[in-house]
T-cell receptor
Framework: AQRVTQPEKLLSVFKGAPVELKCNYS??????LFWYVQYSRQRLQLLLR??SRESIKGFTADLNKGETSFHLKKPFAQEEDSAMYYC?????????????FGTGTQLKVEL | DADVTQTPRNRITKTGKRIMLECSQT?????MYWYRQDPGLGLQLIYY???????NKGEISDGYSVSRQAQAKFSLSLESAIPNQTALYFC???????????FGQGIRLTVV
């Protein structure tokens, strides 16, 4: 079975402070991990994926297989970062990949 | 134009009624998914389909059924709606190469 855990429902930080959104996963194979973001009144969209090892809007995430974690980080939070963030795992099952999401973390950046 | 379209956007229905939620996509993807979103529970997978002839139950399939009428269409039905099925429902497709998911705008369903 594949599972994604996001322990924090709400994370509140001040503008300019560092941000870390935690994500842990459980999967027996080699996972593909993603972070999705949902801004107010918008549909969910991909923020970044571990394979590309890119930085998007100042966010980065490193896959740590030993700790089975994929935490999302940003050194300096901006007001426009306020949104709902979902960690997701794509695992092979049957004829394709099943996409499993965590419960999400609401990030609130305060001035 | 949106790549993944869900209809209706909002729906209020009575307990015991049968209701269908529609999803269509222009991405050309074989893989499609239905999720429900509840506060504090995130996105829970209801059903998923890897092609027209492939339907799989997700984590919370009880009380729901689906139909994959074509590659582009994936419908979710509530056979006999109950109030705890009040939620926001999302349809998604995924790219077979990158596994990136593309979401519809969601359907807000209220069962009274």
């Amino acid at each position: 079975a594949q599972r994604v855990t996001q322990p924090e429902k709400l994370l509140s930080v001040f503008k300019g402070a560092p941000v870390e959104l935690k994500c842990n996963y459980s999967y027996s194979g080699s996972p593909e991990l993603f972070w999705y973001v949902q801004y107010s009144r918008q549909r969910l969209q991909l923020l970044l994926r571990h394979i590309s090892r890119e930085s998007i809007k100042g966010f980065t995430a490193d896959l740590n297989k030993g700790e089975t974690s994929f935490h999302l980080k940003k050194p300096f939070a901006q007001e426009e970062d306020s949104a709902m963030y979902y960690c997701a795992l794509s695992g092979v099952t049957g004829g394709g990949n099943k996409l499993t999401f965590g419960t999400g973390t609401q990030l609130k950046v305060e001035l | 134009d949106a790549d993944v379209t869900q209809t209706p956007r909002n729906r209020i229905t009575k307990t015991g009624k049968r209701i269908m939620l529609e999803c269509s996509q222009t991405k050309g993807h074989d893989r499609m998914y239905w999720y429900r979103q509840d506060p504090g529970l995130g996105l829970q997978l209801i059903y998923y389909s890897f092609d027209v002839k492939d339907i799989n139950k997700g984590e919370i399939s009880d009380g729901y059924s689906v139909s994959r009428q074509a590659q582009a269409k994936f419908s979710l039905s509530l056979e006999s709606a109950i109030p705890n099925q009040t939620a926001l429902y999302f349809c998604a497709t995924s790219d077979p190469d990158s596994s990136e998911a593309f979401f519809g705008q969601g359907i807000r369903l209220t069962v009274v």
